[in-house]
């Protein structure tokens, strides 16, 4: 089984970036992670590798949260990645699955409904974040990417997300690609593209015949057309810890810490993106009520 990845490259003599990845492994550990129902899975898998590839678009210790906030019952999803190939993610309802949609593929529209938005947040490691909002015009996904770059970013994109599951609930193949093209870009490379995208096979039939991201490039852009530059190794990568969650306990003031060492004698932390769960003894809660108290 070979590691995902993400690729990123240049086509038509740099007048088109390019970014393209596999993200089978790290979508399977977000479903054992977060025990998701297909439909569910391809929802969650969509983001996750959209967001994946738009870490690849930092520097850095540059990072980007992305959120999915849709009117269907799926509720909100969550990822984040950085620029080093490393994501999380979770949706509000792991268990949500329905029937096929008419083309026989899993119903992410459902899941994740027809209006709300998309909400970007990139730590560019200013003081200032750079947020961006898009409406969701589908709830597919893909479209909803390529909108949110048309119009949030200003940079004319295809989105192309993909998430096959096996019966068993297992990740069959997952991956996909971000195509933007370049300030300056010919009209007759820009035409050359949108018929390119408009006949290709969808992505999740590609990654599910073994293509690999570089592949999958070539497939779109044609032989000899595209210059790979460079290759990030993917993976689900949780941020979390022991002591980031005691950290954030403070935020609960001393009353609230109070009343866990008497009354339930400990804590228990859970992380929203990685299900790991913290302990935290009474003598632990006890120096964070110290430290607070010592501020007065």
């Given at each position: 089984?070979t590691?995902?990845?993400?690729?990123?490259?240049?086509?038509?003599?740099?007048?088109?970036?390019?970014?393209?990845?596999?993200t089978?492994?790290?979508?399977?550990e977000?479903?054992?992670?977060?025990?998701?129902?297909?439909?569910?899975?391809?929802?969650?898998?969509?983001t996750m590798?959209?967001?994946?590839?738009m870490?690849?678009m930092?520097?850095?210790?540059?990072?980007l949260?992305?959120?999915?906030?849709?009117?269907?019952?799926?509720?909100?999803?969550?990822?984040?990645?950085?620029a080093?190939?490393?994501?999380?993610?979770?949706?509000a309802q792991?268990?949500?699955h329905?029937?096929l949609?008419?083309?026989g593929?899993?119903?992410?529209?459902?899941?994740?409904?027809?209006?709300?938005?998309?909400?970007?947040?990139?730590?560019?490691?200013?003081?200032?974040?750079?947020?961006?909002?898009?409406p969701?015009?589908?709830?597919?996904?893909?479209?909803?990417?390529?909108?949110?770059?048309a119009?949030?970013?200003?940079?004319?994109?295809?989105?192309g997300?993909?998430?096959?599951?096996?019966?068993?609930?297992?990740?069959k193949?997952a991956?996909?690609?971000?195509?933007?093209?370049?300030?300056g870009?010919?009209?007759?490379?820009?035409?050359?593209?949108?018929?390119a995208?408009?006949?290709?096979?969808?992505?999740?039939?590609?990654?599910?015949?073994?293509?690999t991201?570089?592949?999958?490039?070539i497939?779109?852009?044609?032989?000899?057309n595209v210059?790979?530059?460079?290759?990030?190794?993917?993976?689900?990568?949780?941020?979390?810890?022991?002591?980031?969650?005691l950290?954030?306990?403070?935020?609960?003031?001393?009353?609230?810490?109070?009343?866990?060492?008497?009354?339930d004698h400990?804590?228990?932390a859970?992380?929203?993106?990685?299900?790991?769960?913290?302990?935290?003894?009474?003598?632990?809660?006890?120096g964070?009520?110290?430290?607070?108290?010592?501020?007065?």
């Open positions: 089984m590691q995902d990845y993400i690729v990123k490259a240049l086509a038509f003599n740099g007048e088109i970036r390019a970014y393209s990845s596999k089978t492994d790290t979508i399977q977000a479903q054992t992670r977060h025990y998701t129902w297909p439909t569910a899975s391809a929802a969650l898998g969509r590798t959209a967001t994946l590839m870490g690849a930092l520097k850095g210790d540059q990072k949260t992305v959120t999915v906030d849709g009117d269907g019952p799926i509720g909100k999803i969550i990822a984040d990645a950085d080093k190939g490393r994501v999380r993610g979770y949706v792991p268990q949500t329905f029937p949609n008419e083309a593929k899993l119903d992410v529209r459902r899941a994740v409904g027809t209006s709300g938005a998309i909400n970007v947040v990139k730590d560019v490691g200013m003081r200032d974040y750079y947020t961006g909002s898009s969701i015009v589908s709830g597919e996904l893909g479209d909803d990417f390529t909108y949110y770059f119009n949030s970013e200003q940079t004319p994109s295809s989105v997300v993909g998430v096959l599951v096996n019966p068993d609930n297992s990740i193949a991956g996909g690609f971000i195509i933007q093209v370049m300030p870009a010919k009209e007759e490379t820009i035409d050359q593209l949108e018929a995208i408009t006949t290709m096979t969808p992505v999740s039939k590609l990654i599910d015949e073994g293509l991201p570089e592949e999958m490039l497939h779109i852009f044609g032989e000899g210059e790979f530059l460079e290759t990030i190794p993917a993976q689900f990568e949780c941020q979390c810890g022991h002591d980031k969650f950290n954030a306990m403070r935020g609960l003031g001393e009353a609230e810490i109070e009343n866990m060492i008497k009354v400990g804590a228990e859970e992380c929203h993106f990685c299900r790991s769960k913290y302990q935290y003894t009474e003598a632990e809660l006890q964070v009520l110290n430290e607070l108290k010592q501020q007065h």
